[in-house]
């Protein structure tokens, strides 16, 4: 493996890890910036939505975009505004302020989520071996450190620009220069070709910007809704242990306020540690496998903290969660890259829509439940979507039965190449 390839992958897991800690300073601190804004109850929930539905726009817009430019741009070019509009949220004081750098925030970040994946998606054909969870791994382990430093702020009552300037003052300039080792897909296939031939590597491929989306056209939805709702039932798992564990620990399962704060620190603590070590796992029993028991495990989790009689044993379910949930993300984009080699780019970012779908779906559906129902019941809901990850399963395998009918069919790659036909 080219030492171009190995910058271009270390510079890339920086990139994730400098997203993790962004979203997660700004997550964490929406008490603070609803404060700050004199936001209401009642408008607070228009604008968190307007985060996801305009990364949703985002995302469709950069499925246009790649056919043009390569993703390595569109991902130099959003990580900065994505950083600078996390300092505007923290800078402003009326609520037009707020609303421009949170539209800001949500358009970068669905360009910064879609060309991040599309990038180690090509990046792990590269290596030929799994490395995305990896990547997840660093987001996952920015996301500790983000909450970490939210937290700091809070105890010594920082004002939110103090808080965030130092950490866009560092993540900035690094993700800027680490930016100039990213790799494109073309470019990846060719230096991993000339690496195992000793041919020379040429990084500059600009000429072969786009290629590779020919294909974009021919995106069969039927093959890739497997994969959608994969993605968004791990999505609505993921947002119910983020926006409900805190209150369903205090308020159902009877915990201090301090001790409710644990939950989600232990279900990222667990993300880390099950990512750091899946692809390890897909290494060694394919993707498929370490699909159905991250399913199966997430499940037992909501089971667990569903029938919790106090909140260790609700803490033992999150922790379950986190280390079931972590591999069906990253696994999700690697298998819409193997699905569609010849137009990845657009598949993975359709398929990234389904993240904020997932995201806007999980939060009000388990509080509506909560609130008509009981807490209890409503975390068994989640539960049945993951469980239904479990019939999906063949989509993440190298060669899926797409059809449905126990047999294989041609490389997607092999049909219809040249034609814009699947």
């Known amino acids: 493996m080219t030492d171009v390839l190995r910058r271009g992958r270390a510079s890339l897991a920086f990139s994730f890890f400098a997203q993790g800690a962004t979203f997660a300073l700004l ?86 989520d879609a060309s991040m994946n599309m990038l180690g998606v090509s990046l792990q054909r590269a290596y030929g071996r799994s490395i995305m969870l990896g990547f997840h791994a660093t987001y996952s382990l920015g996301g500790i450190v983000g909450a970490s430093l939210a937290w700091v702020g809070a105890h010594w009552h920082l004002s939110l620009f103090v808080s965030y300037l130092p950490v866009v003052l560092v993540l900035l300039p690094a993700a800027f220069v680490g930016s100039r080792w990213y790799v494109d897909g073309d470019a990846a296939s060719g230096l991993e070709a000339d690496a195992g031939t000793g041919g020379d590597v040429d990084v500059d491929v600009d000429a072969g910007a786009g290629k590779g989306q020919a294909e974009s056209g021919a995106l069969v939805f039927r093959l890739l809704l497997p994969l959608c709702l994969v993605m968004t039932f791990a999505y609505i798992g993921d947002s119910t242990v983020s926006n409900w564990s805190a209150k369903y620990l205090q308020d159902v399962l009877g915990s201090s306020e301090q001790l409710a704060t644990v939950p989600y620190n232990v279900y990222m603590v667990m993300t880390l540690v099950g990512r750091a070590v899946g692809d390890f796992g897909v290494r060694r029993f394919g993707a498929v496998a370490v699909v159905r028991l991250g399913a199966v495990v997430a499940a037992l989790g909501f089971a667990v903290v569903a029938v919790a009689p106090g909140a260790w044993v609700g803490m033992l379910g999150f922790t379950l969660l986190g280390l079931g949930l972590c591999v069906l993300v990253p696994q999700t984009f690697a298998a819409a890259g193997r699905l569609f080699p010849g137009a990845s780019d657009a598949a993975i970012a359709r398929l990234n829509i389904f993240n904020y779908v997932g995201f806007l779906i999980g939060s009000p559906l388990v509080g509506a439940l909560g609130d008509a129902w009981n807490y209890r019941g409503a975390m068994l809901v989640p539960m049945v979507l993951v469980l239904a990850t479990l019939g999906y399963a063949r989509s993440f395998a190298p060669e899926p039965d797409r059809y449905g009918d126990g047999h294989e069919r041609p490389r997607t790659a092999d049909v219809g190449r040249g034609s814009n036909g699947l």
Do not use: N
Request: charged share 15%.
């Open 27 to 112: 997550v964490t601190r929406i008490p603070a910036i609803q404060d700050r804004y004199g936001v209401s109850d009642a408008l607070l929930p228009a604008f968190l939505a307007a985060v996801p539905i305009l990364a949703g726009v985002g995302s469709v817009t950069t499925e246009q975009l790649v056919k043009r430019i390569r993703p390595s741009r569109l991902l130099r070019w959003s990580q900065p505004v994505v950083l600078l509009a996390l300092l505007g949220v923290g800078s402003g004081d009326r609520l037009v302020e707020l609303a421009v750098a949170l539209g800001a925030f949500g358009l970068a970040v669905g360009a910064l």
